[in-house]
């Protein structure tokens, strides 16, 4: 079993930069594939960014690629999202996932959820 809770949301302008940090918990989260999802106003959840547990790989969505950067700390069993250039398109309440194998989490699936964060990005 694993925990996840997410921080680091908030109300920032167009342009401004946020890091979204989620905190795991459990005796193995550090082996686990560590994501980020996002759920804008009435849309459905999409996949952003996923980290395998080396911190070697990672995925991105495109709608991202380029602005966000996903990474992990696996002493502090914390993953990251910094996010930069953000545009009003990026305002969502981010949810972070974990699973233990990446092609689940590239389908839109996790394991493990955690409650979500609120990022909102408007002038």
């Known amino acids: 079993q694993v925990q996840l809770i997410e921080s680091g949301g908030g109300l920032v302008q167009p342009g401004d930069s946020l890091r979204l940090s989620c905190a795991a918990s459990?005796?193995?989260?550090?082996?686990?594939?560590m994501a980020w999802f996002r759920q804008p106003p009435g849309k459905e959840r999409e996949f952003a960014a996923a980290?395998?547990?080396?911190?070697?790989?990672?995925y991105y969505a495109d709608s991202v690629k380029g602005r966000f950067t996903i990474a992990r700390d696996n002493a502090k069993n914390t993953v990251y999202l910094q996010m930069n250039s953000l545009k009003p398109e990026d305002t969502a309440v981010y949810f972070c996932?974990?699973?233990?194998?990446?092609?689940?989490?590239?389908?839109?699936?996790?394991?493990?959820w955690g409650q979500g964060t609120q990022v909102t990005v408007a002038s």
């Open positions: 459990g005796r193995t989260a550090s082996s686990y594939v």
């Open positions: 980290i395998k547990w080396s911190g070697r790989n990672t």
């Open positions: 996932a974990a699973h233990d194998d990446v092609r689940p989490i590239l389908g839109g699936t996790g394991r493990y």
